[in-house]
């Protein structure tokens, strides 16, 4: 529980930072390529974080260790909708 508790932390941490990218681009601060390529990491990182979450939430219900979930590569994880 204290692991989903960290993941769900970075995981707020991580949508803080988008909303941050998003008002430092509207305030010209930075320009849209830069966004772009910050919020492009941010979203890969996020779908990691979420994808290690559920691996170990299910592992759960089914009695399995949750520790034994891994982080998977974002290739594989960005490739669920397609």
């Known amino acids: 529980m204290e692991q989903d508790q960290r993941i769900l932390a970075r995981i707020t941490e991580m949508v803080e ?3 941050e990218l998003r008002t430092s681009l509207s305030a010209g601060e930075i ?3 830069t966004e ?3 919020l492009t990491e941010l979203e890969r990182e996020l779908d990691q974080c979420w994808d290690l979450l559920r691996q170990r939430r299910a592992k759960t219900e089914y009695g ?8 998977r ?5 960005e490739g669920y909708l397609e």
Do not use: G, I, K
């Not at 399995?64 to 982080?71: C, G, L, M, R």
């Not at 590569?73 to 994880?77: E, I, K, L, R, Y």
């Open 17 to 19: 930072n988008e909303r």
């Open 31 to 33: 320009d849209s390529t």
């Open 36 to 38: 772009r390529q910050r």
């Open 64 to 71: 399995e260790n949750p520790d034994e979930a891994a982080v």
């Open 73 to 77: 590569p974002s290739s594989q994880v």
